[in-house]
T-cell receptor, first 112, second 111 residues
Framework: QKEVEQDPGPLSVPEGAIVSLNCTYS??????FMWYRQYSRKGPELLMY????GNKEDGRFTAQVDKSSKYISLFIRDSQPSDSATYLC????????????FGKGNQVVVIP | NAGVTQTPKFRILKIGQSMTLQCAQD?????MYWYRQDPGMGLKLIYY???????DKGEVPNGYNVSRSTTEDFPLRLELAAPSQTSVYFC??????????FGPGTRLLVL
């Protein structure tokens, strides 16, 4: 079983729709959860960062973590064509161990 | 702050040639990483460093070498390039927190 599973998509949505992305993981020691956004031919950029279970909101973006189910989600409200990118989930155990376990990434296309 | 910088942006190598991919960061991060990204395969860790003079292997270290003589720089060396090393290479750095910040990448084609 892979440490982090992420459905690669692609996912096409009309502009203004809600985009829902998720990852599952197997290591119950993971405590820090991140979402990176990667535009075509660019490096990943940190989008959201959460610790332990709960929700975090930043503008149109909401990250959710459910540690009991080993499941994390990213929601994008009022999606824009500029949100078209690949979204990668990442996580680690922290406590000085900064190695990240990544999902394979989910390509999102927002159609104007 | 320039963040994480990588050179070159793109390179074509012939089989058997060697090259060094450069990575520098100006955030005073102790942790630095090299990844490769192949289509549909996600990011795979090649090598990482927890500080100057300290390096360790990641998931896919074969065919690569690294050194870390300063906090700022973390070059990746390819010896005897092979077609299987055609990929996009990303360098990343991180501080005492748990996040990593990525450079823009180097696209390498081995023919």
């Amino acid at each position: 079983q892979k440490e982090v599973e992420q459905d690669p998509g692609p996912l096409s949505v009309p502009e203004g729709a809600i985009v829902s992305l998720n990852c599952t993981y197997s290591n119950s020691a993971f405590q820090y959860f991140m979402w990176y956004r990667q535009y075509s031919r660019k490096g990943p950029e940190l989008l959201m960062y959460t610790y332990s279970s709960g929700n975090k909101e930043d503008g149109r973006f909401t990250a959710q973590v459910d540690k009991s189910s080993k499941y994390i989600s990213l929601f994008i409200r009022d999606s824009q064509p500029s949100d078209s990118a690949t979204y990668l989930c990442a996580m680690n155990v922290g406590r000085g161990n900064n190695r990240l376990a990544f999902g394979k990434g989910n390509q999102v296309v927002v159609i104007p | 702050n320039a963040g994480v910088t990588q050179t070159p942006k793109f390179r074509i190598l012939k089989i058997g040639q060697s090259m060094t991919l450069q990575c520098a960061q100006d955030m005073n991060h102790n942790y630095m990483y090299w990844y490769r990204q192949d289509p549909g395969m996600g990011l795979k860790l090649i090598y990482y460093s927890v500080g100057a003079g300290i390096t360790d292997k990641g998931e896919v270290p074969n065919g690569y070498n690294v050194s870390r003589s300063t906090t700022e720089d973390f070059p990746l060396r390819l010896e005897l390039a092979a077609p299987s090393q055609t990929s996009v290479y990303f360098c990343a750095s991180g501080g005492a927190g748990e996040t990593q910040y990525f450079g823009p990448g180097t696209r390498l084609l081995v023919l």
